[in-house]
């Protein structure tokens, strides 16, 4: 097999979270499970997402157990970031640019929104609220925060984002990134983004 830079990417995001020490990771993911996964719930993942699972999977409190974890609980985790944005779409009024006109009524947006998200690039959790967006043959995604409608950019990548997480003093460390904007990759995420951080 031909290694990809995203393939690369998400060995060294592994990586570094093994040497950080404080997540116990058990073996990584084999390819069957992935297809397995990908196929049970609808979606692939991005490829540094797909190649930091294989090198190994961690486990504990916060992480996906996507190997034994309960499938319905998975889902739910999985539907968080769209019902964050029909959320939006109900009580602050948030409606994309490339859906066309709004329908005039909160149930007929909501519909009509859900039926858009349908086509929208998945966002998939790593660890609690963060999220990486889907597609095999990408890589390099920002990690974004859900937390129901407010959704922003946590770190630049998933090799950044094990650092700002989990490193130099354990969960929760901030780090400023003086000068750089972080933004999503994938369209409609950074038009919601943008939307969002204009939010009160």
């Known amino acids: 097999m031909v290694e990809t830079p995203g393939m690369r990417w998400g060995r060294k995001a592994a990586r570094r979270l093994a040497r950080l020490g404080s997540v116990r990771i058990g073996p990584g993911l084999t390819g069957e499970e992935l297809a397995r996964v990908e196929e049970q719930f609808g979606f692939e993942f991005a490829d540094d997402h797909r190649s930091f699972l294989t090198t190994g999977l961690p486990a504990g409190g916060g992480w996906p157990d996507w190997r034994y974890g309960n499938p319905d609980g998975l889902r739910q985790w999985l539907a968080l970031p769209g019902k964050g944005v029909l959320e939006a779409v109900r009580f602050k009024g948030y409606w994309a640019s490339s859906w066309g006109a709004r329908p005039d009524g909160v149930t007929d947006a909501e519909d009509a929104a859900a039926d858009h998200l349908a086509a929208v690039p ?76 204009l939010e009160p």
């Open 122 to 197: 998945w966002l998939v959790p790593i660890f609690g609220g963060r999220y990486l967006p889907t597609g095999r043959g990408t890589y390099g995604h920002p990690v974004l925060s859900v937390y129901g409608a407010d959704i922003i950019c946590w770190a630049p990548d998933l090799v950044d984002y094990v650092l700002q997480e989990f490193g130099e003093g354990g969960v929760g460390k901030r780090y400023s990134y003086d000068g750089w904007e972080m933004s999503a990759s994938a369209e409609f995420w950074a038009e919601y983004l943008a939307w969002s951080a």
